[in-house]
């Protein structure tokens, strides 16, 4: 069916009520989806009303190839559900994965005492020059002399993130779009900071009620998922969208923390490709990302995709363009709710129109 045939015989609704589902904004309450703070997520509770609406129950298997800071996973682990989550982002799957680690309580608090019992020490650590215009020079004595006694920890993955989460409270550093911005302020010492973030984590572990829900987390390109056909039951998901960030700088002291874990290194992004035009080359990639989720969906599942539109020059309905891309693809596509709409800008100021953020179900026939 050509674009415009298929754009007019489209079922678009308007859930506009659920605008801010569409944001990690009510996941900044949430204990354990707020250990990590991922402007590019989704709630908590839109995956739950997915699951609801897809019918999932205990035992199936739930895909997110964009799995960023894990709140797929985590919200169908709490129902039950198994998962695979994909990323190739080092912060997101490490985020992820200790997010969905079951762990003993007792470990993590023997542990803990230990690691706030010891004298400080200075270390000679080079910092790079990103992480010293972020944080102050007393914050960094700290990261080095608490990194060097995590390394022997038994979870030491854990506390590795309750301090990436301190460091980035007591920077200077603030994600404004796709850019990070630097205002020195007064900040809280980072070792009173860490020592109630780690506590706060594991009160979060012993109010959360257990799950045997299996949970699989990969460093994986989603454009080539190495899942068997007709293996998952449903794909929920946000890709990143067409626009110009650079996540390596937006997420710098997050890396700095995967490069001290020695986690494996950032690969290629979704549309990222210097031979051709950035929609040209997101759109081409989607392509790819869109037919795996439909080798690996088994016949009935459903897949949800939230995407926004961009503006390069003109409106691109990426929604409607995805749609259609997955009607081509072999999904049915059921419907297309319309969860927020914001202005377009031009230099970052100019209002130059208004752009849907989607949610996009299918179904595979």
Not at 9 to 31: G, I, M, S
């Amino acid at each position: 069916m050509e674009y415009e045939e298929f754009r007019s015989r489209l079922k678009v609704e308007e859930k506009l009520d659920w605008r801010e589902l569409a944001t990690f904004v009510p996941n900044k309450t949430q204990p354990i989806y707020n250990w990590f703070y991922y402007k590019e997520g989704f709630a908590k509770e839109l995956v739950e009303k997915l699951i609801e609406m897809f019918g999932l129950k205990e035992g199936d298997t739930a895909l997110d190839p964009f799995c960023g800071s894990g709140t797929t996973l985590l919200a169908c682990k709490q129902n039950n559900i198994n998962s695979i989550g994909l990323d190739v982002l080092p912060t997101a799957v490490f985020a992820s994965q200790v997010k969905t680690i079951n762990y003993s309580t007792e470990d993590l608090r023997e542990e803990a005492k230990i690691l706030f019992r010891r004298k400080f020490r200075k270390l000679e650590w080079e910092f790079p020059k990103i992480m010293r215009g972020m944080i102050n020079k007393y914050a960094l004595d700290d990261i080095a002399f608490f990194s060097s006694i995590i390394d022997g920890l038994k979870n030491k993955d854990f506390f590795t993130l309750a301090l990436l989460n301190a460091s980035i409270k007591v920077s200077w550093a603030w994600k404004d779009g796709g850019v990070i911005k630097i205002k020195k302020h007064p900040v809280p010492p980072l070792r009173k900071l860490f020592q109630r973030v780690v506590y706060k984590m594991i009160k979060d572990i012993e109010e959360s009620l257990p799950s045997e829900a299996s949970v699989r987390v990969l460093q994986q390109d989603a454009r080539e998922i190495s899942l068997d056909d007709d293996s998952v039951d449903a794909v929920i998901t946000s890709p990143p969208y067409l626009n110009n960030i650079d996540y390596t700088r937006l997420y710098a002291i997050e890396d700095f923390f995967m490069k001290m874990r020695h986690v494996p290194a950032l690969r290629s992004f979704v549309g990222v490709r210097e031979s051709q035009e950035q929609a040209e080359a997101y759109f081409d990639d989607m392509k790819d990302v869109i037919s795996e989720m439909h080798r690996v969906c088994k016949p009935g599942a459903h897949a949800a995709i939230v995407i926004g539109n961009a503006y390069i020059k003109k409106e691109i309905e990426t929604d409607f363009i995805l749609a259609h891309m997955a009607g081509e693809i072999g999904f049915d596509v059921e419907k297309i709710c319309v969860l927020n709409k914001r202005f377009a800008l031009e230099n970052r100021t100019v209002k130059v129109g208004t752009l849907r953020e989607s949610l996009i179900i299918l179904r595979k026939k």
